[in-house]
Structures are given as structure tokens and as C-alpha cells.
């Protein structure tokens, strides 16, 4: 590991206490900057990232088609936040392999443990696992369910014993969700379905194998559009049609669902 790359890592692991109180859509991944992209650190729970193929150790290369080369962390960061429930694909390597996948942000909170409160909850207690800071968060947390907890920018083993007030709560909203249509792609290795063409009139896409296949555009606000159900669709190219003529010109994603597998795909509507 070179120097670049040991000073990113310290800087993305002492940065985490000023995370404390924050709020953003992200996919929920911990990452430090390197030359070709950000490498990840760990992926966390519970989040959007925890329902795909992405896993600690990976490098981040691309989000939505543009590359992460060259970039800061800071910049990095803002590529892969954005609007909750908007679908963001993201290009990695994994093993040597370049890999896409599309799932959809979600609302994630950074939160410093309230210490003497949690201490109080439990009769005045010092240290805690994660089970029972879960368990306290809970109760405590309204519509936020607390899905890890870190110290140092780390994730904390359930077992493990710390101080409230040395750890932080990474909490998303029960209420919004995430991921309904989280696909995975592999770039070298197709899935079972691959979108060949987007018009106002029809829907093409190939399929390795005969079965039922479902189709969702939705807009870059991550608004489902339109739901298209192919019943049968066969080995090869297939086209069906939609009603796209009122829909505004514009970007889209459309992911498509088939045989147990979700490939997702930006299209630009003319």
C-alpha cells in the first residue's frame, strides 16, 4: 500500500466522528479515495449497498457511467449521495472482474449516541453490545431503524463491548425503504436480460432464457413511470410495446427483471 493511499485511508477513518448528525441519501458503504476510484472499506448493513454483489474490498469506479479517477474524496462522495429513492448505478471491480449494479438510495442518518441518556435507559450501565444499543435505539428511534453501529469510521462486531459515547448510530428510514428493484449486472458477464432499445413506442431487450419478464422505467427522480409485463418472453430479441407517448423527453432507468435476476440500464428518451 503506498503512501496515497495510507494517508486516504487515515483521513476517511479520523473523519468519522464529524459525521455525527448527518443525513443524506447513500447507498451505505465506508470508503477511502485511491487513484482509480474509492476502495471499500466496509459495506454496511441493513443499507441499499448490503443488497447487492458489492463487498469490502471492492473498488468504486464509476457512478452512473462517470468515472471516479482523478477525484477527491469529497467529490467521490457527492457522485454516490443524492436524492433518496433515486436509482444510481454503480461500476466496480471485484476479484478483476468490472461489475455494474442499480439500486436506489436510501435516507441514512449519522448519529452520535445521546451517552447519558442510553446509560439512564439502562439504569445508569457504562458499556453496552450492539444488541442493546439496538435495542435502546429501538425504542427511541421513531421511524429510524438503527442498522450498524461504528466506532472510528468501523463497524462494531454485535458481540463487542464499548462506551456509548465513543460509537455512532447509522440509522435508515423504516418508512421509505430502499431497493425494491436493486439489480445486479456483471459488465463482462451479461445477465439474464439486457435492454437493446428504448422509444416511445416499444421496449427491446434480449434475453439468455425463455420466462416472465417485468420491466420498469422510472425517472430520474426514481418515480416509477410505467411497469411493462412480458409473460413469456423468448430465448433472444424481443420487443413490446408501452405507452410512452405522453411520457417527457428525458433520462431514464429501466431495469428488467427476469428468471431471478435484475439488470438496470440509463436510456435517454428522444
Avoid at 436524492?83 to 471485484?94: A, D
Avoid at 472510528?152 to 418508512?175: F, H, P
Wanted: hydrophobic fraction near 40%.
Amino acid at each position: 500500500m503506498n503512501r496515497f493511499i495510507k494517508m486516504s485511508l487515515v483521513a476517511a477513518v479520523m473523519a468519522a466522528p464529524a459525521l455525527a448528525d448527518e443525513q443524506f441519501g447513500g447507498v451505505g458503504v465506508t470508503i477511502y479515495q485511491i487513484p482509480q476510484g474509492v476502495h471499500v472499506v466496509q459495506v454496511i448493513p441493513g443499507t441499499p449497498a448490503a443488497e447487492t454483489d458489492l463487498q469490502a474490498g471492492d473498488d468504486i469506479v464509476a457512478v452512473d457511467g462517470v468515472s471516479l479517477k482523478g477525484l477527491d474524496i469529497e467529490e467521490s462522495k457527492a457522485m454516490l449521495r443524492g436524492q433518496v429513492n433515486k436509482p444510481v448505478e454503480i461500476t466496480f471491480v471485484s476479484s478483476g472482474d468490472t461489475l455494474k449494479t442499480t439500486l436506489r438510495r436510501a435516507q441514512i442518518t449519522v448519529k452520535d449516541f445521546e451517552s447519558k441518556q442510553v446509560e439512564a435507559w439502562y439504569g445508569n450501565k457504562k458499556e453496552f453490545d450492539v444488541h442493546e444499543l439496538e435495542t435502546y435505539a429501538s425504542a427511541n428511534g421513531g421511524n429510524k431503524q438503527l442498522v450498524a453501529v461504528l466506532k472510528r469510521g468501523s463497524l462494531v462486531d454485535g458481540d463487542q463491548t464499548v462506551n456509548a459515547e465513543d460509537v455512532n448510530g447509522i440509522y435508515v428510514d423504516k418508512a421509505d425503504g430502499f431497493a425494491p428493484k436493486s439489480g445486479k449486472t456483471n459488465a463482462g458477464k451479461p445477465g439474464s436480460a439486457k435492454l437493446k432499445g428504448f422509444t416511445r413506442n416499444t421496449i427491446s431487450f434480449n434475453a439468455k432464457s425463455a420466462g416472465k419478464a417485468v420491466i420498469t422505467v422510472m425517472n430520474t427522480d426514481g418515480a416509477e413511470v410505467a411497469t411493462v409485463v412480458v409473460e413469456n418472453a423468448q430465448p433472444g430479441f424481443n420487443s413490446v410495446s408501452w405507452k410512452g407517448e405522453k411520457v417527457p423527453s428525458g433520462r431514464y432507468m429501466v431495469s428488467i427483471e427476469h428468471n431471478g435476476s435484475v439488470s438496470g440500464k440509463n436510456a435517454v428518451l428522444k
